[in-house]
């Protein structure tokens, strides 16, 4: 349960600082929303890795978030002692456990299967486009 929890905080810490290095800036940020497919495979995978992980940032801050307080929730119980009886708490927990499995219907049941795959998805992305900047990396210019 303990790796459960870190690594559910590392992937809500790797969820923010991705989402600061993603953005392209004001007059970009919409090329970022959507794949070329019809281009070379390097910058398939880049625009690949920046649209799922725009698309799917919320859903995987959610489980990110909920499985690390699902393992310490002791570090959380500073936001909830704000109802001496705790029913605003004991329905925050139930909305959060309800968001991290999907249970509302069989279709979102379904949806949070496949959206299952984007963490793995954005792995791989994001170790090509790490492994290639060091494979392809040029070398310095020795005359400069």
Do not use: Q
Request: net charge positive; with cysteine; aromatic share 20%.
């Amino acid at each position: 349960m303990t790796v459960n929890g870190i690594g559910g905080a590392s992937l809500t810490l790797l969820c923010l600082t991705g989402a600061i290095i993603w953005w392209p800036g004001v007059k970009y940020w919409h090329r970022s929303l959507r794949v070329d497919w019809r281009t070379h495979f390097p910058r398939f995978n880049w625009d690949l890795h920046s649209a799922l992980g725009f698309w799917v940032l919320p859903i995987v801050l959610i489980w990110s978030f909920s499985a690390t307080y699902f393992v310490f929730p002791h570090a959380f119980s500073i936001f909830l002692v704000f109802d001496p009886a705790d029913r605003v708490t004991d329905n925050w927990l139930f909305w959060l456990s309800e968001l991290h499995f999907g249970r509302f219907t069989r279709l979102t049941e379904m949806l949070w299967a496949v959206l299952g795959l984007a963490p793995g998805i954005l792995a791989f992305t994001g170790a090509f486009i790490c492994c290639r900047r060091v494979i392809f990396k040029k070398p310095a210019n020795p005359y400069k």
